[in-house]
């Protein structure tokens, strides 16, 4: 049975139990990844974004180095809300957070492929999953670029099955464009105006209104060319150069699409073959092929200005991010050979964890999901009459396979590939739910609701209770929750000595990340490595064990022994106070060799 897309929409659009279960959802996966943001302290590689971000927010300057993180956008998305509600631990993370949200939305949208129950049931695994709250949590790239795997599958689908472009595609690329041009009208702006701040300002204005006013023309021009449809090409041409921005592991998840796609070719192909037809219904997506594709891009005009604006737009966003907004052109270089040094540090196993190490994490933790998402692929190869069913087994199964043989594991990676087990686990919902056998309906409810139960758990114990517990999955030499407890006696102290932020803070330690972040209002706090000369500083902070002889040997004169604080499995650190600030129940440092380590 062939549906019009525009007809189902309206459908959709009536659907007051699917519209109030899907705000539902996305309300349960906002709370869960804003509530108590601020919770745990930052990790050693969120205190290295932090400091990133830092210098670009009071500098204006970044330089992307392939040698030390990851690709531009997060430190430029973050910089927006840092501007706007403060450069804390809270606002940052929000960045992060928000487009955890916002991947909970998009596989709602999925409702015309995986089935209406197949699509809430995908959002609420993303909202539950204990891997995507945590690290939608977490400042680092992750979730940005699993938001965008998603946006560039959408994209397609909705350029295949679509006459004209929707209101949120416009927007999306209405927003794209600004950003693109915004460097040239700050650039300007600066030029014409000097050392003038007032007529900064105006120029500013001026100029991002005549941009404005360009970006509203070109997307006049868009939505009149073939109703907007290219939109969606362009979408996903703009989303997959942000993904090459934001991590060097993009060419591992778009390949694996399109191996993906060869495979739902080959499988439906040998399908076709046999005595009993796959058969067709709402889901089955007849113009989602290579043939659809082909009719729907048009003539060879059309085909040639669709392949030339996708190519602009690719090349033109990942030199906007990698030369810092044609502030540092050397990024572009530098973007390129990323991948020589990624092969290196690709070679390594961190975790020790093996080919089956991401089985073995996912088995402990996100069982339901693991289980539920190879009944869906399951259910899509056996019956391959949906083609978006089956492409999303294969895009689960192809990119769990590729992190399982590439030797360098991290939990967070694993996230590239619950994302579509999670639309999978949906479809498996669905076609239990939509069956004619009752058994069948009763299975597919007592597996939803079994699921829903034990992520729900999880997530919570994970996120809110043992959220700093080195022995769970996700958490990966995560800072301890007594660190916290360190930063606020520094705080304290810095008060009482009347200095505040301007109290002197020494840490000697050579393991402080992810301190970098947390004292970076203390303008005073150095960052030596070694044991040095205090210099009357108000605090010094030192390693436990490895530095105990040396700090009492130095500055048991001057100083006293607040407390011990664990850092991170192995490492704990040690709080020493100026003599005249000391409460009265700190101690001497030779009392350091009592304490023992976490």
């Not at 591992?252 to 399908?271: D, E, F, N, P, R």
């Not at 737009?313 to 906007?320: A, K, S, T």
């Not at 069948?440 to 700093?468: C, E, H, M, P, W």
Request: aromatic share 16%; glycine share 8%.
């Amino acid at each position: 049975m062939k549906t019009d897309p525009n007809k189902q929409e309206e459908t959709e659009g009536r659907d007051w139990f699917w519209l109030i279960s899907g705000a539902f959802v996305t309300a349960i996966a906002a709370l869960l990844r804003f509530y108590q943001l601020g919770l745990k302290p930052f990790h050693h590689d969120e205190g290295v974004n932090g400091f990133f971000l830092t210098t670009l927010f009071r500098s204006d300057v970044y330089r992307y180095d392939p040698a030390n993180y990851h690709g531009p956008t997060l430190y430029y998305i973050s910089l927006v809300f840092a501007k706007v509600f403060g450069l804390e631990t809270v606002p940052v993370r929000a960045s992060v957070a928000i487009f955890g949200v916002l991947t909970v939305v998009l596989a709602l949208f999925l409702r015309r492929y995986i089935g209406r129950i197949g699509s809430l049931f995908a959002a609420l695994f993303l909202a539950l999953s204990p891997g995507m709250v945590f690290i939608s949590r977490y400042f680092i790239h992750e979730i940005f670029f699993v938001f965008l795997s998603l946006a560039i599958v959408l994209s397609i689908l909705f350029f295949l099955e679509k006459r004209k472009a929707g209101v949120f595609a416009i927007g999306w690329m209405a927003l794209i464009l600004l950003i693109c041009f915004l460097p040239s009208t700050l650039n300007l702006a600066g030029m014409w105006a000097g050392e003038n701040s007032t007529a900064l300002w105006s120029y500013r204005i001026g100029l991002f209104l005549l941009e404005a006013v360009l970006v509203f023309f070109v997307m006049r021009m868009l939505i009149l060319w073939n109703e907007g449809r290219p939109i969606y090409i362009l979408l996903a041409s703009a989303s997959a150069a942000l993904m090459f921005a934001t991590k060097e592991t993009a060419f591992i998840t778009l390949g694996t699409m399109l191996i993906a796609c060869v495979c739902v070719w080959l499988w439906t192909k040998i399908y076709g073959k046999t005595p009993e037809p796959a058969g067709a219904d709402e889901l089955s997506g007849e113009s989602i092929s290579w043939a659809g594709f082909r009719k729907v891009l048009g003539g060879k005009t059309d085909v040639i200005l669709i392949i030339v604006a996708a190519l602009v737009v690719f090349v033109y966003v990942n030199v906007l991010f990698f030369s810092s907004f044609f502030t540092y052109p050397e990024g572009v270089q530098k973007a390129i050979d990323a991948y020589t040094i990624w092969m290196k540090t690709g070679s390594k196993d961190h975790t020790q964890n093996g080919f089956w190490g991401y089985l073995k994490w996912m088995w402990r933790i996100e069982a339901p999901i693991l289980l539920l998402s190879a009944l869906g692929t399951l259910i899509a190869l056996l019956k391959p009459r949906h083609r978006v069913a089956v492409f999303v087994g294969f895009w689960a199964f192809g990119l769990a396979a590729a992190y399982s043989i590439i030797p360098y594991k991290t939990p967070w990676l694993a996230l590239s590939f619950i994302l579509p087990m999670c639309i999978a686990a949906g479809y498996a919902i669905n076609e239990l739910f939509a069956s004619q056998n009752v058994i069948s309906k009763i299975a597919g409810g007592t597996l939803a609701a079994a699921a829903t139960g034990v992520l729900a758990y999880q997530t919570y114990d994970i996120n809110f209770v043992r959220y700093d517990d080195n022995d769970l999955p996700y958490i990966y030499a995560h800072t301890r929750r007594q660190y916290l407890d360190m930063i606020n006696e520094i705080d304290r102290y810095a008060e009482k000595s009347g200095k505040g932020r301007d109290a002197a803070v020494q840490i000697v330690s050579p393991d402080y990340w992810p301190m970098v972040w947390d004292v970076k209002d203390y303008p005073k706090a150095v960052f030596h490595g070694t044991t040095a000369d205090a210099a009357g500083a108000e605090m010094i902070v030192a390693k436990k064990k490895d530095q105990d002889e040396e700090v009492i040997r130095k500055y048991s004169a001057d100083y006293r022994f607040v407390g011990m604080y664990g850092l991170r499995p192995g490492v704990d650190l040690v709080l020493l106070v100026r003599k005249d600030l000391a409460d009265s129940n700190t101690k001497e440092l030779y009392k350091i060799r009592e304490v023992k380590g976490f």
